[in-house]
């Protein structure tokens, strides 16, 4: 049993920062990934970083490089998402998200077993 618990959400205005979290626990010993995922609405669930997260290898959507950081704390079994110069279009419910297996790198919903609720970000103008 993988229980994913996000937080760190938010308002803020354009250009500021957010860290969110996702406390991780239920895991087994062996390889997995994780990912942030968000959906705003109209839109479909999609993917904004991903990890690695035994030996740290990322992947960004091309809409958040450069702006926002994936990691993790192995001792603490927490994930983080850093997000600086925020803008508009980043409003949306932000996930974390899990799947057994460390390479490749996934991008697609339907490869992962485990999700947060949820935490909301909210970007003003």
């Known amino acids: 049993q993988v229980h994913l618990v996000e937080s760190g959400g938010g308002s803020v205005q354009a250009g500021g920062s957010l860290k969110l979290s996702c406390a991780v626990s239920g895991y087994t010993v062996g390889t997995y990934s994780m990912g942030w995922f968000r959906q705003a609405p109209e839109n479909e669930r999609d993917g904004v970083a991903l990890?690695?997260?035994?030996?740290?290898?990322?992947a960004y959507a091309e809409s958040v490089k450069g702006r926002f950081t994936i990691s993790r704390d192995s001792d603490k079994n927490i994930l983080y998402l850093q997000m600086n110069s925020l803008k508009p279009e980043d409003t949306a419910m932000y996930y974390c998200?899990?799947?057994?297996?460390?390479?490749?790198?996934?991008?697609?919903?339907?490869?992962?077993?485990?999700w947060g609720q949820g935490t909301q970000v909210t970007v003003s103008s």
């Open positions: 990890i690695n997260n035994s030996d740290g290898t990322t």
């Open positions: 998200a899990a799947r057994p297996g460390g390479k490749p790198l996934r991008w697609s919903t339907y490869a992962y077993n485990y």
